[in-house]
């Protein structure tokens, strides 16, 4: 991927910039992994005590019904249910938790009075009385524990998720961008120096010029300061008196 990218200061910048973005989300998306992690453990423990909940409630509710049967018979059993008139009402709503949205499930008219089950107290027993509570008991177990499975199953969702974003950006994208800053820093470093030993170059020719030129100039001025001492003597020589 280093070979792809140009070896320029602009390309250096915008990979320092990607790196320092990459690393806050990288930062941000580990302390939400390990949020979501604690919120996790937090609803598991949940579930854990509303399954026990509702696997004891189930299992009294088929004592209760078995119970009802074996004492009134399956017909009045039958009967006492299909007796009732206002069923029970589930709303849902959402909350956020750590970013994720889970449900937040209400019932309403689950537990019932005795004159609210619909069937007449002087023609059933105490014993379909107890399996029906027994089973209002079952329904709002089952409710919660609709509600606790959502939210552990989002929850596990969504940690996945980050989990993966966070491993993408550490182990992929985060070693590819210091790998490019690496080559890049590397190239200029280069070019720097073959930079710097051109200009030595230049200047080193350019100080031979020089020295060539100042020899040559004195070497003119030696010579023209040579010829210039046999004409001065011969001038003198000339300008002497004769004797008597």
Known sequence: MAKDVKPTRKNLMEIEDRIELSERGHGTLEKKRDGLIMEFMDILDKAQDVRGDLADDYEAAQKKINMARAMEGDVAVRGAAAALQEHPEITTESK??????????ESSRVSKSLDQRGYGIMGTSARIDEAAEAYEDLLESIILAAEVETAMKKMLREIETTKRRVNALEFKLLPDLYENQEYIEQKLEEQEREETFRLKKIKEKKEQ????EREAEEEEAAEADSTAEPDMEQSTAGGIPGGD
């Open 96 to 105: 956020n938790i750590m970013g994720v949205v889970v449900p937040q499930i």
């Open 209 to 212: 010029q020089e020295k060539a």
